[in-house]
């Protein structure tokens, strides 16, 4: 079992900035020795959970950003810490949501669009940008 634990998050004006962190633990050693995905994911009100941004662990650490976060959001790991990082500038009141971190054994990350297609969940975070 994978438990991830999430920080960061919080209100913020448009264009500014936040950063949210995704800390691994019980078995996250095999998401970084195995190889694995992270990834996060965000929901609004009466909205699907949608993916924003994925990360492979392996050595080329691939990455996926969706259309709307491209440019703006940089998703991270600090394997050293077994911590994935999503680091949002320029925001948007349209990113208003709650992001949540996943996980998963795999290497097809940027395939992995489905929130269904994800194992371990962090608790969530709320993010709201408005002036």
């Known amino acids: 079992q994978v438990q991830l634990v999430q920080s960061g998050g919080g209100s913020v004006q448009p264009g500014g900035s936040l950063t949210l962190s995704c800390a691994a633990s019980?078995?996250?050693?095999?998401?970084?020795?195995?190889?694995?995905?992270m990834a996060w994911f965000r929901q609004a009100p009466g909205e699907e959970r949608e993916a924003v941004a994925t990360?492979?662990?392996?050595?080329?650490?691939?990455?996926y950003y969706s259309d709307s976060v491209k440019g703006r959001f940089a998703i991270a790991r600090d394997s050293a810490k077994e911590t994935v990082t999503l680091q949002m500038r320029r925001m948007k009141p349209e990113d208003t949501a709650m992001y949540y971190c996943?996980?998963?054994?795999?290497?097809?990350?940027?395939?992995?669009?489905?929130?269904?297609?994800?194992?371990?969940w962090g608790q969530g975070t709320q993010v709201t940008v408005t002036s």
């Open positions: 990360l492979y662990l392996g050595d080329e650490g691939t990455t």
């Open positions: 996943a996980a998963v054994l795999g290497t097809d990350c940027t395939d992995r669009l489905h929130w269904r297609q994800w194992n371990f």
């Open positions: 019980g078995y996250a050693y095999r998401l970084y020795r195995d190889h694995g995905c």
